[in-house]
């Protein structure tokens, strides 16, 4: 690093409180470690991650504020990230203030990394005349839908969107995405995630886009997502093979890795649903029957609250541990990274969350791809039709249609196929972060783009 950024080499990061985002914001923060920067890290008050051994370099802080008792029980996580941002944009703008009265000479704040949903970062980074970087947690192609919807006639989307008809048919200009496909959730109604795109894609006075993704995935989006924004997009992804930076929010049961110790290579199909998703009890016994049927071993992660009532599988009706009890092993929350790269995992039954997707491909395992919301339709769309590493189960569960998929994964040579497919993007996703691949020099990039801007 050359004197100037010596002096300016603090970054503050702004993660947004959930697991998928956590996870990859920690591991930039690692990455820009690596590269001598200091890290400071604005957490709010909710799902913080520890200042663990992993992390005691790093400084950090907290943004005061919170949301009501009731809020919290009743705000779905868009909402809720909304709300947030009501919330903290004040208190923010203030630590952040004193921070810089704080501040050494040798240890200046160089900019703001702030995810994508904690917008209200940006309007402090201006105020204190500090570069502001957008960090996407989703895939290129995700952002990329996100400034298209942004764009588009409010009344014609939110027609077209409800119009089954074209559910089916692919929507103009995001070959190969589908109506169906698009990023819209199931955590709220079509016209708030419109506003809510708006804000996201408005990178207004942001100086740079981060995106945990990598060349070989996205170009095409990726080129576009360039033209369209006309701010510097980073790809320097995936991150969590760039720089390890354990952030599970939940206790993982590592009592799994001794049963899959036990099992036959390649075997097993685990399943996991990510840190949001939630499912119906009929769907579960419908899973249930059909991995039984399979006569496939299964490692599944129920977490506790994604399915109906109080407590955990002790509130779904008797025949599900029956089921699940001869080939199967239940989990609350996995370590997932160790899990997929286990020699006995043969597949992955995913909602297809951008670091799943990631971290499946990272580990060459190939996918039965089963999105909940949002940004999961744009990657199990492309997991299946671009990638050829995965393939959808549609429409409604039902247990023939599971067996069928369990088989067709693990047992058909069109598997053998998919799996062949992800082992060769792991091996391109590996070099795109060694010294001299599209990623690690993305990173370079951004490192020399702060310095720029340090010099100005
Ligand atoms: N994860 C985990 N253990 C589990 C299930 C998930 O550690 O049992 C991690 C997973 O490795 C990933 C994150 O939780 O890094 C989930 O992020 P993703 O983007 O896939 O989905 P989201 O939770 O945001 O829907």
Same mark, same amino acid.
């Given at each position: 690093?050359?004197?100037?950024?010596?002096?300016?080499?603090?970054?503050?990061?702004?993660?947004?409180? /959930?697991?998928?985002?956590?996870?990859? *914001?920690?591991?930039?923060?690692? /990455?820009?470690?690596?590269?001598?920067?200091?890290?400071?890290?604005?957490?709010?008050?909710? $799902?913080?991650?520890?200042?663990?051994?992993?992390?005691?370099?790093?400084?950090?802080?907290?943004?005061?504020?919170?949301?009501?008792?009731?809020?919290?029980? $009743?705000?779905?996580?868009? @909402?809720?990230?909304?709300?947030?941002?009501?919330?903290?944009?004040?208190?923010?703008? @203030?630590?952040?203030? +004193?921070?810089? %009265?704080? +501040?050494?000479?040798?240890?200046? #704040?160089?900019?703001?990394?702030?995810? !994508?949903?904690?917008?209200?970062?940006?309007?402090?980074?201006?105020?204190?005349?500090?570069?502001?970087?957008?960090?996407?947690?989703?895939?290129?192609?995700?952002?990329?839908?996100?400034?298209?919807?942004?764009?588009?006639?409010?009344?014609?989307?939110?027609?077209?969107? %409800?119009?089954?008809?074209? +559910?089916?048919?692919?929507?103009?200009?995001?070959?190969?995405?589908r109506y169906k496909d698009?990023?819209?959730?199931?955590?709220?109604?079509?016209?708030?995630?419109?506003?809510?795109?708006?804000?996201?894609?408005?990178?207004?006075? &942001?100086?740079?886009?981060?995106?945990?993704?990598?060349?070989?995935?996205?170009?095409?989006?990726?080129?576009?997502? +360039?033209?369209?924004? @006309? *701010?510097?997009?980073?790809?320097?992804?995936?991150?969590?093979?760039?720089?390890?930076?354990?952030?599970?929010?939940?206790?993982?049961?590592?009592?799994?890795?001794? =049963?899959?110790?036990? @099992?036959?290579?390649?075997?097993?199909?685990?399943?996991?649903?990510?840190?949001?998703?939630?499912?119906?009890?009929k769907d579960t016994l419908?899973?249930? =029957?059909?991995?039984?049927?399979? $006569?496939?071993?299964?490692?599944?992660? *129920?977490?506790?609250?994604?399915?109906?009532?109080?407590?955990?599988?002790?509130?779904?009706?008797?025949?599900?541990? %029956?089921?699940?009890?001869?080939?199967?092993?239940?989990?609350?929350? &996995?370590?997932?990274?160790?899990?997929?790269?286990?020699?006995?995992?043969?597949?992955?039954?995913?909602?297809?969350?951008?670091?799943?997707?990631? !971290?499946?491909?990272?580990?060459?395992?190939?996918?039965?791809?089963?999105?909940?919301?949002?940004?999961?339709? #744009? $990657?199990?769309?492309?997991?299946?039709? #671009?990638?050829?590493?995965?393939?959808?189960?549609?429409?409604?569960?039902?247990?023939?249609?599971? !067996?069928?998929?369990?088989?067709?994964?693990?047992?058909?040579?069109?598997?053998?196929?998919?799996?062949?497919?992800?082992?060769?993007?792991?091996?391109?996703?590996?070099?795109?972060?060694?010294?001299?691949?599209?990623?690690?020099?993305?990173?370079?990039?951004?490192?020399?783009?702060?310095?720029? %801007?340090?010099?100005?």
């Open positions: 690093m050359d004197e100037k950024l010596v002096k300016k080499r603090r970054i503050v990061l702004v993660p947004l409180p /959930a697991q998928g985002h956590v996870t990859p *914001i920690m591991q930039l923060g690692k /990455a820009l470690y690596s590269k001598g920067f200091s890290i400071t890290v604005f957490q709010t008050q909710y $799902n913080r991650v520890s200042s663990s051994k992993d992390f005691s370099d790093f400084h950090f802080l907290t943004i005061p504020g919170s949301l009501t008792e009731t809020d919290l029980k $009743n705000l779905g996580p868009l @909402q809720f990230a909304t709300k947030l941002n009501q919330v903290c944009e004040a208190s923010f703008k @203030q630590c952040l203030g +004193q921070l810089l %009265k704080e +501040q050494g000479d040798d240890d200046e #704040v160089a900019c703001v990394v702030y995810d !994508e949903y904690m917008h209200f970062s940006n309007a402090a980074a201006k105020e204190f005349r500090l570069p502001s970087v957008v960090f996407s947690t989703t895939c290129a192609t995700a952002f990329l839908c996100r400034s298209v919807i942004a764009k588009v006639n409010v009344d014609k989307f939110l027609t077209d969107m %409800k119009d089954l008809e074209l +559910q089916d048919k692919l929507f103009p200009g995001l070959h190969p995405l698009l990023p819209t959730s199931a955590f709220g109604p079509i016209e708030s995630i419109h506003r809510l795109y708006s804000e996201i894609v408005n990178t207004g006075t &942001a100086s740079a886009v981060i995106i945990n993704t990598a060349n070989c995935l996205e170009s095409t989006s990726l080129a576009r997502l +360039q033209r369209e924004l @006309q *701010i510097p997009v980073y790809p320097i992804g995936p991150l969590h093979i760039a720089a390890s930076a354990p952030s599970s929010l939940l206790e993982e049961d590592r009592s799994c890795i001794e =049963w899959l110790n036990m @099992q036959k290579p390649r075997s097993v199909l685990y399943i996991s649903l990510g840190s949001l998703a939630l499912m119906e009890t419908e899973m249930a =029957w059909g991995l039984r049927n399979s $006569n496939q071993p299964f490692l599944w992660v *129920i977490r506790p609250g994604s399915i109906p009532g109080p407590e955990w599988t002790e509130s779904l009706p008797e025949e599900f541990s %029956k089921l699940v009890s001869e080939r199967g092993y239940i989990v609350k929350w &996995a370590p997932q990274m160790e899990v997929l790269r286990h020699p006995a995992v043969g597949g992955f039954w995913s909602h297809c969350g951008w670091n799943s997707t990631l !971290e499946s491909i990272g580990e060459g395992v190939p996918m039965i791809c089963r999105p909940f919301t949002s940004d999961q339709k #744009v $990657n199990a769309r492309y997991l299946e039709s #671009v990638w050829s590493v995965g393939f959808q189960l549609e429409g409604k569960l039902d247990k023939e249609d599971v !067996e069928r998929a369990v088989k067709r994964l693990l047992v058909d040579e069109e598997g053998e196929y998919m799996r062949k497919r992800a082992i060769e993007l792991k091996e391109k996703l590996e070099s795109s972060v060694r010294s001299g691949g599209s990623s690690c020099c993305s990173l370079d990039y951004f490192v020399n783009f702060l310095r720029m %801007k340090s010099s100005i």
